[in-house]
């Protein structure tokens, strides 16, 4: 019998081993969306025992909703504030992060225990901070002499304010993923950089940093 060699057992031994968090996502994850997808093409509501297949119906009546315009063009807008603010600002603050030696974990620390909050606990949290009346935000205001706001009940306010909490929370999850790429390029690289003239920072992150991560995802 031929004996299996080392790659291949490792192969199998990873396989099995990943099988367990494949199944689950399967489970929890991709079943219930293809689910979710093809009742969307049915008369499906809870309890009914019969299903009719009714194709684009529901999507023809959905797209003439007002509300349902509205509340995808405030969701295209919340996505357009918080995905490149978070990861431009996770991006700055990864390299502030990076170059402190003492500190480091406090602030890794601190700009990553957003990431870590439940939703019900940062909901209410958010929603004493930004009350029209209790809110310590509102009383700052009151005290440089500007008017209270409704943060969450103006409709002028309240996307803008959604998205500054959506960055709040994302920021410290894109700060870790960059330090973990800015850990990758070994000191040395920026000493001899120094040595060579390279001494601003602008300089060292578009000559060093930036190519230093691309070379590491090529290879």
């Known amino acids: 019998m031929k004996k ?5 057992r490792q192969s199998i031994s990873g396989f099995l081993l990943s099988m367990p968090s494949v199944i689950l996502l399967l489970a929890l994850y ?6 979710l997808f093809l009742l969307a093409f049915t008369d499906y509501e809870m309890g009914n025992v019969v299903i009719k297949w009714i194709g684009l119906t529901n999507f023809n009546q959905i797209f003439k909703d007002p509300v349902f315009k509205r509340s995808l063009w405030n969701t295209l807008i919340y996505v357009a504030l918080v995905v490149p603010i978070s990861i431009l600002g996770g991006l700055l603050i990864a390299l502030l992060v990076h170059a402190r030696t003492k ?5 890794e620390v601190i700009y990553f225990l957003p990431v870590t ?9 958010w929603q004493f901070l930004l009350h029209p009346k209790l809110g310590p935000i509102n009383s700052i205001l009151k005290l440089l002499g500007l008017p209270a706001q ?3 009940g103006d409709p002028t306010l309240m996307i803008a304010t959604l998205a500054a909490i959506g960055v709040w ?3 410290g999850f894109n700060m870790i993923l960059f330090l973990t790429g800015l850990s990758s390029i070994p000191k040395e690289i920026y000493e001899a950089a120094s040595i060579d003239g390279v001494t601003n920072s602008i300089d060292k992150f578009l000559k060093i940093t930036h190519a230093e991560n691309y070379e ?3 290879s």
């Open 30 to 35: 991709v079943v219930p969306m293809i689910c």
């Open 150 to 152: 409704n943060f969450l």
């Open 4 to 8: 299996i060699s080392l790659s291949t």
């Open 117 to 125: 909050s439940t939703l019900i606990a940062m909901a209410t949290v």
């Open 169 to 171: 929370q994302l920021i």
């Open 216 to 218: 590491l995802q090529i």
């Open 103 to 107: 500190t480091r974990s406090f602030y």
